[in-house]
């Protein structure tokens, strides 16, 4: 069973530094064929901050794990109360150049497939198509008795509707889409059951603590077993649900590229790390490409 935990990482002072040479991501995409595995950073653009990045959400705030949500009703009137003044804010997210250009890059057959490890959905908001979301959607929601998916925006307007007068200000919300409240600004906010069976619901996602479907995991070795090559994107590669597929590829001689500005829990098995921007490292190359990043995106659910 793979778990989703909190990883303690220091970087490895003995890995040379980051490069802004961009010759090698242009050199892969031309090649075709290549997977794309992308992290918060790759959203930090459209307003969505990053857990571990320079300024990183995890330095203040300790997310919400499987154990703590089922443990007992205090633990999720907190989570929905600081979860629904969040998405608030997260829904109204859009993609950013980074976004598109992935997308782009898909359109022009450039790419194997996409694999993402956030939340937002802004991949498929951008175009992007057969996208893997490995921690799961916050759009959509789950009972956990009877196994009912519907979506988020109708639990929001349920807890709009139960909790008419809640209008606390969050200090921060967070990639998780959870906002930073008080015991006191929680108060007694109202949570509502499964309109099937009453049971509990859940964001569809993969809380910290809790495992990345066995399937879903599969389907990913069986999608990086395909590539050509690995270009992660945006992400720290700090727990193993993402580091292991760079470890596969590293293993099987596919060649690992890192666009990430920080270091990574990866950058041993990488060919190099990019330390620019997304946004603008990434529509840098589909310029070089002769590929034009499409600014028209998908409405949010």
């Not at 509990?200 to 809380?207: A, N, Q, R």
């Not at 603590?209 to 395909?226: A, D, K, L, N, W």
Request: hydrophobic share 35%.
């Amino acid at each position: 069973m793979r778990m989703r935990p909190t990883l303690s990482w220091t970087p490895d002072q003995d890995l040379p530094p980051g490069t802004t040479d961009l010759g090698p991501v242009t050199d892969m995409l031309s090649k075709g064929g290549v997977l794309v595995l992308s992290g918060a950073g790759i959203s930090t653009e459209s307003g969505i901050p990053d857990y571990r990045g320079e300024g990183g959400s995890l330095s203040r705030h300790t997310p919400m794990t499987y154990q703590e949500f089922s443990a007992g009703a205090q633990a999720r009137r907190r989570y929905w109360a600081r979860s629904h003044l969040g998405w608030r804010t997260f829904r109204r997210a859009r993609p950013n150049a980074g976004h598109r250009a992935v997308a782009a890059f898909g359109r022009h057959d450039r790419l194997s497939g996409v694999i993402t490890q956030n939340v937002d959905s802004l991949h498929q908001a951008a175009g992007s198509e057969g996208v893997v979301d490995l921690h799961g959607r916050l759009d959509r929601v789950v009972c956990l008795s009877c196994g009912t998916f519907s979506p988020r925006s109708e639990l929001a307007r349920r807890l709009e509707a139960a909790n008419a007068g809640f209008r606390p200000v969050a200090s921060t919300i967070n990639p998780d889409g959870d906002a930073d409240l008080t015991d006191e600004q929680v108060g007694d906010f109202r949570v509502v059951p499964c309109t099937v069976c009453g049971g509990v619901l859940k964001p569809d996602v993969v809380f910290f603590g809790e495992s990345v479907p066995p399937r879903r995991v599969e389907h990913c070795r069986e999608m990086v077993h395909e590539a050509a090559s690995l270009l992660v994107l945006g992400s720290s590669l700090t727990v193993m649900s993402g580091l292991r597929f760079v470890r596969q590829a590293a293993r099987t001689g596919k060649p690992v590229l890192i666009v990430n500005q920080d270091a990574t829990r990866g950058d041993s098995l990488a060919v190099t790390r990019i330390a620019l921007p997304l946004g603008t490292a990434l529509t840098t190359v589909a310029a070089r490409l002769g590929i034009s990043v499409d600014e028209e995106t998908t409405e949010p659910a």
